[in-house]
């Protein structure tokens, strides 16, 4: 049972836009920032997003992030087969002392 | 660009000490956080703990009592152990850097990642 709550699997049309969310509490998502990550099949995961809404460096800007309240979501346009991965979220939880990820979300391009 | 990699055995007998190093190039050790992150297959990502390069550490509650973290600046490293372990410990062992500062946490960069089976 992950701290942070995410659908098992989302899906969409090549070229369409998906969002996925991502649900805690207070005492982690309600004030603290959230990262996104991406893992490929057979890969170690790469960070997307970072303070709710921040991209690094090489990611394109067909994924976004935001937050409201105690939830994030993490949008993506222009779908491309190649985006069909495990998609995470993260944050630190103030009550626990710990780092926290969600469950993982499965987006499939059909 | 800072690199990291995983080393250690990739199998251990249950009640032993799981053992991983994580040597970080490209880049100084000192003044980040430093986390270690774990996968079962076909599950999610299980965050076991961070350790900032003074030593001070954070473990993940339901792993503390098993859980020690190091580091050594002089050889740009840092270690997990993680004893007693048993079948469900078996995963995919990752280490990365944690930018930690504030509300804000988020690990930049990943190591690929080393298998550990737990089995006797």
């Known amino acids: 049972q992950s701290v942070l709550t995410q659908p098992p699997s989302v899906s969409a049309a090549p070229e369409q836009k998906v969002t996925i969310s991502c649900s805690g509490s207070?005492?982690?998502?309600?004030?603290?920032?959230v990262s996104w990550y991406q893992q490929l099949p057979g890969t170690a995961p790469k960070l997307l997003i970072y303070d709710n809404n921040k991209r690094p460096s090489g990611i394109p800007d067909r994924f976004s992030g935001s937050k409201s309240g105690t939830s994030a979501t993490l949008g993506i346009t222009g779908l491309q087969t190649g985006d069909e991965a495990d998609y995470y979220c993260?944050?630190?939880?103030?009550?626990?002392?710990?780092?926290?990820f969600g469950g993982g979300t499965k987006l499939t391009v059909l | 660009q800072v690199q990291l990699q995983e080393s250690g055995p990739g199998l251990v007998k249950p009640s032993e000490t799981l053992s991983l190093t994580c040597i970080v190039s490209g880049g100084s050790i000192s003044s980040y956080y430093w986390s270690w992150i774990r996968q079962p297959a076909g599950k999610g990502l299980e965050w076991i703990g961070r350790?900032?390069?003074?030593?001070?550490?954070n473990y993940n509650p339901s792993l503390k009592s098993r859980v020690t973290m190091s580091v050594d600046t002089s050889k740009n490293q840092f270690s997990l152990r993680l004893s007693s372990v048993t079948a469900a410990d078996t995963a995919v062992y990752y280490c990365?850097?944690?930018?930690?500062?504030?509300?804000?946490?988020?690990?930049?960069?990943w190591g690929q990642g080393t298998l550990v089976t737990v089995s006797s």
């Open positions: 990365a850097r944690a930018a930690c500062t504030g509300g804000s946490c988020y690990n930049d960069y």
């Open positions: 993260g944050t630190w939880d103030s009550s626990l002392s710990t780092g926290v």
């Open positions: 350790i900032y390069t003074s030593g001070n550490t």
């Open positions: 207070s005492s982690n998502i309600g004030n603290n920032f």
